[in-house]
Structure formats: structure tokens, C-alpha cells
């Protein structure tokens, strides 16, 4: 029987050694954090043979540095504005069904919703909120509440690369996010079909294969795309969109992969998990605030037919009204049906989880709401007449605050056809 194994690689090339230097220190470093088992026998055949396919972009670093301790550094590149996402068209999946922003977990603590065959700690990094989660063993790491794929679904994480402070000559250091198919009981028990993209700060471009399991061979079918910007490789917004067999990924505002065809039928991709492909050259991946949604948000139906439209699509910084730059799709679908239908009028709301003080909460959600407001009047050119705002903080929950997906899906934006 015919299987297809399906690869996206996105590769981007080497910092310069004035680039190097990331302004971002650890400020919590743990030795070890937990083991788990070894990998399976056929685990270990089954990706022998799909690393054969990527042996000639691994080579061997000079010099013998084995360090795992994180180096200091400076951005090569802040997050960009939303002004920069203009032609950002991600939008993120309706329900969420699984959230993790370590927010719950102990810093050195290996978090408690995720296994790996590696090692791994939760830390904090200073000028970046929140926790995040030290994935620089070699090894898989997967979020253990995510139980199956639909066909319509969205991906989102955060994704920090600290290089090594010196780096004697080419290393290998791939992080990559694979669509499997779980064939049996343990967490590594999978068969030899997947899916994945693949981020190597030292190539410089853009690989998309589709592997092909006939027999006992492995067959790729590769092709490169070229011009990846490099400069935005040490700090990433990813958003992964599948419709079906479509495949769209994004890092920042940039589209880099968008294939209609890519994902096979005949494999029932069940499951994700992240593989690291490490030199031990000393480099620092950190992952953080990984969402994951289904469906696609029917934002004209709803506001206009039902007349209410709720999104997680609009995001916040921390205790603040400033949106993030990847809302900017979201933003602009909701735009666009304000625009369709002239007299349309809105009330937005905003919605806070249960998470500090409720007064606070209460007129950050206000802000928020008038924040939203004030993006559609400057960037859009929506009469301002045409929206009213509000905010209900905590007050009115859609899910339970008991779980990290429930805040998460609490954390909205609804418009209320008036």
C-alpha cells in the first residue's frame, strides 16, 4: 500500500557575526529538565531514512562547543507593525481546542501538558512576557492534548533563536513542526507518515517535498523557493493553516508556503509534534503561547445573518490595548464586511479572562474595544458614527477560566450587530 510522507523545509540562512547577538537574556536557567524514554526501534528506522534525504544540508561543526547554556545577544529584528502585516491573510481557526502558554507550569519544570524523548525546561527571557519552553535537545516534544486532526484547522506558536556566541564553522540547528499518523499506544509509536516544515537559521531557503512511502524506499519530490528574509529568523510569529489538503505557513507577515495539494488523503494525520535536529553547537530555540483552532470563522454570516461575530482573532500585548501585529488578518476580514454593507452599524466588546483584578480587567476590555474602534476609522476609513464600544472584563466568560484553552477563548473580541 502506497503512503505519502509530505515535507515543507524552511530554511534561512546564517546571521552575519555582527547579527549575532541577541538582546534577550535568560533569565532562568535550569541544568537539566525531565527525561522520557528512548524512541522506538521503528521509530528510529523510519527517520533514518527520512534523514538520509537531508544529509547534504548537515555538516559537521569545527571545534568542539557543547554548551546548551543560552548567549546573550540583540534582535536582529522587532516584531514587526501591524501597518507591516498589510497583506497578511491568516486568520485563525474559531474554537480553540488546545492553548498553552506555560503560564501554569514552575520555571525549570518540564511543562505538564507535554512529553518528549529529549529534555526540556519552562523559562522566562527577559524583554519577552510570558514563559517559554527550552526545546533545544535533540528529540521530539508534543503537546499531549491534541488527540486528532480535523481538515480545517490553524497552528500558532512563538519561536525564539538565540545563535551560539561564536560559531567555528557550519552547524546544523532545525526545528520543525510535523503532521504524523499515531499507529499505536506510547507517545512515539508512529508510523513512517508525516507532514512537516522545517526552520535551519543556517541555509538560506525554502524546501517544499512530498515523500512518498513505496516499499521499503523513500521517494521526495523537492523544490526550493529562494529569497527567505533572513533578518527575521531570531524572532518569529508561525501560523499554520490547513484547509484540507492545503497548506499555508506563515512567519511574521510573510506567506512562505502556500500549496494546495500538499497534504495526502490517504494519511490520517491524527497528531503534531516538534523535532529538533541539534549540533549541540551551543544555539537556543524557545517556543511559546501555541495555539490550536478548527474551523474557519464565517464572519459575514454571522455578524450579518445572526448578528453577532465573536473572534480570538484579535490579540493584545500583556495588560495592555496595543494589538499585535498578527491580528492584522483577522482585522481586515472583519473590515471588509463593514465595508460590503455601508449601513451596517456595531457595538464591539471587549472580553478579558478571569486572570488579576476584575476592575482592571474591566477597563482594559474598554480599551481594547476602543483600540479596535479606532484601527478600523484609521486604517480602513470606517465612519466612526457606524461603532459604538464596550467592555464587560471577566464578567461574562464564554468557557470555563478553569483551563488555559478557556481563558484563551475568553480573551475576545465580539461585535454586536446594532
Not at 526501534?41 to 531514512?49: G, N, R, V, Y
Not at 528529540?139 to 533563536?161: C, M, R, V
Amino acid at each position: 500500500m502506497i503512503k505519502q510522507i509530505c515535507s515543507i523545509a524552511l530554511l534561512v540562512t546564517s546571521v552575519s557575526p555582527a547579527h549575532a547577538q541577541l538582546n534577550a537574556i535568560i533569565k532562568q536557567k535550569v541544568d537539566e529538565g525531565v527525561k522520557y524514554g528512548v524512541e522506538s526501534a521503528s521509530e528510529k528506522a523510519a527517520d533514518k531514512a527520512v534523514d538520509k534525504l537531508f544529509a547534504k544540508k548537515k555538516v559537521k561543526a569545527n571545534g568542539d562547543n557543547k554548551s546548551s547554556q543560552p548567549r546573550d545577544a540583540t534582535v536582529v529584528q522587532q516584531q514587526p507593525s501591524l501597518k507591516a502585516y498589510s497583506k497578511y491573510d491568516f486568520i485563525p481557526g474559531e474554537q480553540i481546542l488546545g492553548y498553552d502558554d506555560f503560564s501554569s507550569d514552575a520555571v525549570g519544570d518540564f511543562p505538564a501538558k507535554w512529553t518528549t524523548n529529549a529534555s526540556g525546561e519552562v523559562m522566562t527571557v527577559d524583554k519577552h512576557d510570558g514563559k517559554w519552553l527550552n526545546i533545544s535537545k535533540q528529540g521530539y516534544y508534543l503537546p499531549e492534548f491534541i488527540k486528532t486532526l480535523p481538515d480545517n484547522f490553524t497552528i500558532e506558536y512563538d519561536l525564539l533563536f538565540i545563535p551560539p556566541d561564536t560559531r567555528d564553522g557550519p552547524n546544523t540547528a532545525a526545528v520543525g513542526l510535523q503532521f504524523i499518523h499515531k499507529t499505536g499506544k506510547t507517545a512515539f509509536d508512529y508510523g513512517p507518515d508525516r507532514s512537516y516544515f522545517e526552520i535551519d537559521p543556517y541555509m538560506n531557503n525554502i524546501n517544499v517535498a512530498t515523500y512518498t512511502k513505496m516499499g521499503d524506499k523513500l521517494v521526495a519530490n523537492e523544490f526550493n523557493v529562494k529569497g527567505l528574509n533572513r533578518n527575521t529568523v531570531l524572532n518569529y510569529h508561525v501560523a499554520v493553516w490547513r484547509q484540507k489538503n492545503r497548506l499555508r505557513v506563515y512567519l511574521n507577515e510573510n506567506k512562505v508556503v502556500d500549496v494546495p495539494s500538499l497534504l495526502s488523503p490517504a494519511i490520517a494525520y491524527n497528531t503534531i509534534r516538534f523535532a529538533t535536529a541539534l549540533n549541540n553547537d551551543g544555539s537556543t530555540w524557545l517556543l511559546s503561547n501555541f495555539k490550536y483552532a478548527s474551523g474557519l470563522p464565517d464572519t459575514r454570516n454571522k455578524l450579518i445573518s445572526e448578528g453577532k461575530f465573536s473572534t480570538t482573532g484579535i490579540l493584545f500585548d500583556v495588560n495592555a490595548s496595543s494589538i499585535k501585529a498578527s491580528s492584522y488578518g483577522t482585522l481586515k476580514e472583519i473590515a471588509a464586511v463593514l465595508k460590503e454593507y455601508s449601513n451596517l452599524k456595531v457595538n464591539i466588546i471587549g472580553h478579558t479572562d478571569n486572570d488579576g483584578n476584575a476592575a482592571s480587567n474591566l477597563e482594559l476590555s474598554k480599551k481594547r474595544a476602543n483600540a479596535v474602534k479606532d484601527f478600523f476609522v484609521r486604517e480602513f476609513g470606517i465612519d466612526a458614527g457606524r461603532m459604538q464600544t464596550d467592555g464587560k472584563g471577566s464578567s461574562q466568560p464564554a468557557l470555563s477560566n478553569n483551563s488555559a484553552e478557556g481563558k484563551a477563548q475568553n480573551r475576545r473580541v465580539e461585535f454586536i450587530k446594532l
